[in-house]
């Protein structure tokens, strides 16, 4: 799910055709005085007003009071917003702008997307994903060719400014030292106030991994790496480190992402990369950042905030005060995350991002059940959910996003016919209606240490709209076992990379697998495999269902879900899918006062709960006490001792 707003998500597939109309110096004044109309209150009462002139390919602020340069950091020269309008109309500019003052009391940041527009003209799926969670004033840009959004909050660090290139497009969000050229040219889809989204900043910020571009350059003294960093290229630079002596280890870091030499201590292994990789940039700070970034190390505790800067940010800082970058001994220096529980308190951390609201969290989840008896359905009614952004499981809202199912048990004419019957034939109005142009499917896929995982990764970067990635079957991608290994430990590296992988990216990844045949009363004792199964992942549904019945429970608990839940589903025989009927507990106690309704309607005489129970094949003390309930709520009466519809208030019985 997508952070919680106080407004609907606005949509934005509507938005393919951007407004052209850009904002030249000979622009007609009038154009100023109808934009104004459509700008947000909140910016409007501000004295942080420009007008703005092109200086060659730059758009230069200008002073509104004396026509000359202003200055984002100097308030004297910025004017109210009708100083800007009358010094656009005085001095013949090609606009007015408002600049983000950092001292200000409500302090605003801008979000500037720019060439996210396709050939067709409709908007990039990661520009229309931001535009949805910040879902607050968003207006077209001068060029026409992308937005600028408004939001009440602050950068997550100390820096002023993110900045952000994926493919074609770009990402640039500021705070202060910065302005907007504005147009008014509002995006109906969105609101037209500027609303308060700390939170969906932070995880904007967090979720893309934005440079920290602006963060002061580093003061210690540090002994030079590799003098010819600057002669190659990033590709050229990391065959270098992976060609030379030490390049086996390199590779483990960088390629492999394999920190098993730090006994799982995951900063250690950062600061062992980092210590690499800034001997081979020659200690050049921002090329660090950059390689890392494309790492197998890479997650999102790289962006976090620490110690009023960013955790990737403060390792490189350690590595290149620690003397020589890239040597033996600093590359095995031992690093801990560690800081005050006080402080934590009082960090503003991204929130819970979920796929599917209240049940499917991002991060691994084990979706578990016994074999046909519908997992795959479910898996795949939820990926449709989210291939649509519509509700799964008939209840819960799905956030819509690129989905890549792996049906590694099924062929293409079998995965069609489960499509047809989930989707419909065209014009239809099946479950999932509509053509799922967001969900790619393969049928095989390379095991998970033979280049499954890799494989995984350049489709999420090719997708920067990714949301879910389903996984059916588990066994399909597990790698060989080692004979003798401890199983525990082998099922627990299995699911590491896995768990890490969701985690860096900020998706959800569901794994389809097999219970055990051994029943039990507790959920996660059913699932196949040992404990190390359950215990990586993030969360874990269990599908249970006896054959031939079309009910069935799904049992969901996990790390970022308060209150373990067990839901009774049924099964729609004539749709193939699956709809929750509420809780599992609920619906059990409503079924059984059904049949307790049913028995004494036909039974003659008033029946003994151990005859009622005997009857039913039900616990003798559990039918007592559902008796007594329904006796308080009017649906029975007890007469000595025995149990009788009361016809008076329920006369057709509790159904």
Not at 375 to 394: D, E, I, R
């Amino acid at each position: 799910m997508e952070p919680e707003s106080g407004h609907a998500a606005p949509r934005v597939e509507g938005m393919g055709a951007v407004s052209n109309g850009g904002v030249g110096n000979d622009l007609p004044s009038e154009y100023h005085a109808e934009g104004v109309k459509e700008l947000p209150y909140e910016i409007t009462m501000k004295s942080s007003w420009v007008g703005w002139r092109l200086d060659g390919d730059d758009k230069c602020p200008i002073n509104p009071h004396n026509g000359k340069k202003a200055k984002v950091n100097d308030r004297t020269t910025w004017g109210t917003l009708e100083q800007a309008l009358d010094g656009c109309t005085r001095y013949d500019l090609a606009g007015i702008g408002f600049v983000f003052d950092r001292d200000a009391t409500d302090l605003i940041t801008g979000i500037d997307i720019d060439h996210c527009r396709e050939p067709d003209g409709s908007i990039a799926l990661w520009a229309q994903e931001i535009i949805r969670v910040l879902n607050s004033y968003t207006e077209r840009s001068p060029s026409g060719t992308g937005f600028h959004i408004f939001v009440l909050g602050k950068l997550p660090t100390s820096l002023e400014h993110h900045r952000l290139n994926i493919g074609s497009g770009r990402i640039e969000v500021y705070d202060g030292g910065r302005f907007f050229t504005m147009t008014g040219d509002h995006v109906e889809e969105t609101p037209r106030t500027i609303e308060r989204r700390q939170d969906e900043l932070e995880f904007i910020v967090h979720k893309w991994g934005l440079d920290l571009r602006d963060q002061p350059s580093f003061n210690g003294t540090v002994r030079k790496g590799y003098a010819n960093a600057a002669d190659l290229d990033d590709d050229a630079l990391i065959e270098k480190a992976l060609g030379a002596a030490n390049g086996e280890k390199f590779g483990r870091l960088f390629v492999d992402g394999n920190i098993s030499e730090y006994d799982g201590d995951d900063s250690s292994a950062d600061l062992a990369l980092v210590n690499l990789l800034a001997f081979w940039t020659n200690g050049d700070r921002l090329r660090v950042d950059r390689l890392f970034r494309r790492s197998r190390l890479m997650r999102a505790k790289w962006n976090r905030a620490l110690r009023d800067t960013a955790y990737g940010w403060w390792t490189i800082d350690k590595a290149l005060a620690n003397g020589a970058p890239g040597s033996e001994t600093q590359s095995d220096t031992q690093a801990h995350d560690l800081y005050c529980a006080a402080t934590l308190l009082d960090l503003q951390l991204p929130p819970v991002r979920w796929t599917v609201n209240d049940i499917l969290p991002e991060g691994l989840i084990l979706l578990s059940g016994k074999p046909k008896l519908g997992k795959s359905w479910l898996a795949l009614s939820v990926a449709l959910a989210v291939a649509h952004g519509q509700q799964a499981l008939g209840r819960y809202d799905a956030q819509q996003g690129d989905v890549l199912f792996l049906a590694l048990e099924d062929n293409k004419r079998r995965f069609q016919s489960r499509l047809r019957k989930l989707c419909g034939p065209p014009g239809s109005a099946g479950p999932y209606a509509g053509r799922p142009e967001r969900l790619m499917v393969a049928h095989r896929w390379g095991a998970l240490d033979k280049g499954g995982v890799a494989a995984i990764e350049r489709w999420v970067r090719e997708h920067p709209a990714a949301r879910l990635i389903v996984i059916d079957t588990l066994v399909r991608l597990r790698p060989m076992r080692r004979a003798n290994a401890d199983a525990y430990v082998e099922d627990s590296k299995m699911m590491t990379p896995l768990q890490e992988f969701a985690g860096k990216y900020g998706v959800t990844i569901l794994v389809v697998h097999h219970n055990r045949k051994q029943e039990s009363d507790d959920p996660l004792d059913l699932i196949s495999g040992t404990l190390g199964l359950s215990g990586t992942v993030d969360a874990v549904w269990v599908l249970r269902r006896d054959r031939g019945n079309m009910h069935a429970s799904l049992f969901v608990t996990g790390r970022d879900i308060q209150d373990e839940t067990d839901l009774a589903l049924s099964w729609d025989a004539a749709t193939c899918c699956w709809r929750v009927l509420g809780e599992a507990h609920e619906y059990r106690q409503s079924l059984e006062r059904l049949q307790i309704c049913q028995l004494l309607r036909q039974s003659k005489e008033p029946l003994a709960p151990k005859d009622i129970a005997e009857e039913l094949g039900k616990n003798a003390s559990t039918t007592r006490v559902l008796l007594r309930a329904m006796v308080r709520s009017n649906t029975l009466v007890s007469t000595k001792g025995r149990y009788s519809l009361n016809t008076v208030n329920s006369p057709n019985g509790e159904t």
